[in-house]
């Protein structure tokens, strides 16, 4: 089982950015891919960047290509989502996530572990 730990969420204005972290203990990081999962109200949860088990493979979701990026560093069992140009549609709470099954996924349903969300709001 593996315990995960966001943080880095706040307000910050529309164009800003901000920088997510997630910090995991307990098995082997390595062998899980991770995610980032955000929920709006109202809304159902979306993959917004995956991550494979070694770094090779990214998945982002449309509507955060080319503002988004997902990092991990296997060695300080970390993940991070750097989030630039935000927009008011980013906001959300964002959940870090770990399948430990899959070599990357972009369903949420298929996340095994979660961690508690960080709040991120974008004004306009």
């Known amino acids: 089982q593996v315990q995960l730990v966001a943080s880095g969420g706040g307000l910050v204005q529309a164009g800003g950015s901000l920088t997510l972290s997630c910090a995991a203990s307990?098995?082997?990081?390595?062998?899980?891919?991770m995610g980032w999962v955000r929920q709006a109200p109202g809304k159902e949860r979306e993959v917004v960047a995956a991550?494979?088990?070694?770094?090779?493979?990214?998945y982002y979701a449309n509507a955060v290509k080319g503002r988004f990026t997902i990092s991990r560093d296997n060695a300080k069992n970390t993940v991070i989502l750097q989030m630039n140009s935000l927009k008011p549609e980013d906001t959300a709470v964002y959940y870090c996530?770990?399948?430990?099954?899959?070599?990357?996924?972009?369903?949420?349903?298929?996340?095994?572990?979660w961690g508690h969300g960080t709040q991120v709001t974008v004004s306009s």
């Open positions: 991550i494979s088990r070694h770094g090779s493979n990214t």
């Open positions: 307990g098995r082997t990081f390595s062998s899980y891919a």
């Open positions: 996530a770990a399948d430990q099954g899959r070599v990357i996924t972009y369903l949420s349903s298929e996340y095994d572990y």
